[in-house]
């Protein structure tokens, strides 16, 4: 069995830094990532800079990185706008990201569930005229913090409609991070149901009550292939204040590599990276992988930019 790693990290990890981090150390990031094996790395978002001010240099960004042929490098894209702003850097893949809930939809894109179709829909048939894949998010698949749990097939229901304009894949997000085992197989119920196999779909789990392996087995065992995670676990949803961060990269391929599961990835090679970029923004990984391995990583993974925080680089 192999999986596939949608390394978030350069995305939805630096988004959530109250410090804006430098470009030079985001195209280092990224470089690391795929040095370590990372073949889909999440790169940046063309969000307006005023909503999401640590990624404004997006276009700075991929104007510089150095390309790694066979990986892939998606942006999220949230409207025509971004869209216009991502063809222009010559990308080839992009992300939409929807709400499985009115609160978090109003919130986060300024929409209802119902009318945010309205504006994903050219984005996705101008995207595929230009032959960019596009992923689809959803969000608050098991919870809201505003409306308390969600059911199934609701989720099954906007996860199908996005999956109909022609995304090739959606991600299923436990943006808050309360989902458990039985949920993750209800909600993949929910979706066999609305006629959607395990072969379009990801999951995004938050570690917010020590559930994101023990989900993210659970859906393996569904027969999903492909896992979001970020590396050393930093991230978390700027528009859901009682989400933390993201399944842990090392983690996860720490459990895979644990089970014969094939990646790709070089668990200690990610770790080093995490361990650099832990240096850089002033506190520990919270991935329980990387402290482990800590003492025994080169001195690679030690920050080159010694002593700085993002704001006095």
Sequence with gaps: MRV?????????????ESAVVPVEVKREFVARLAEAGL???ETTSFVHPKWVPQLADAGELLESLPR????????????EKGLDRALKQGVTDIAIFGSATESFARRNLNRTVESQFEMFAPVVE???????????????????????PV???????????????????????????????????????????AGVGPERLAVHFHDTYGQALANTLTALRRGITVVDSSAGGIGGCPYARSATGNLATEDLV??????????????RSLAATSLWL???????????????????????SRPRIQGKRPEEV
């Design 278 to 300: 832990a240096g850089i923004l002033g506190r520990p990984s919270p991935s329980r992988v990387v402290q482990a391995l800590a003492r025994e990583l080169p001195d690679r």
């Design 68 to 79: 790694v042929p066979g990986v892939r490098y998606p942006v999220l894209v949230p409207n």
């Design 254 to 267: 720490w459990m895979l590599d644990g089970l014969g599961v094939e990646t790709g990835v070089d668990v």
């Design 4 to 16: 596939t790693v949608y390394e978030v990290g350069p995305r939805d990890g630096l988004q959530n």
């Design 39 to 41: 073949t889909t790395i």
């Design 151 to 193: 059911a199934p097939a609701r989720v099954a229901g906007v996860g199908r409609r996005l999956l109909d304009l022609g995304c090739h894949e959606l991600s299923l997000g436990d943006t808050i991070g309360v989902g458990t085992p039985r949920q993750v197989e209800d909600l993949l119920d929910a979706f066999a149901e």
């Design 126 to 148: 101008r995207a595929l005229a230009h032959g960019v894949r596009v992923r689809a998010y959803v969000s608050m698949c098991f919870a809201d913090p505003w409306e308390g």
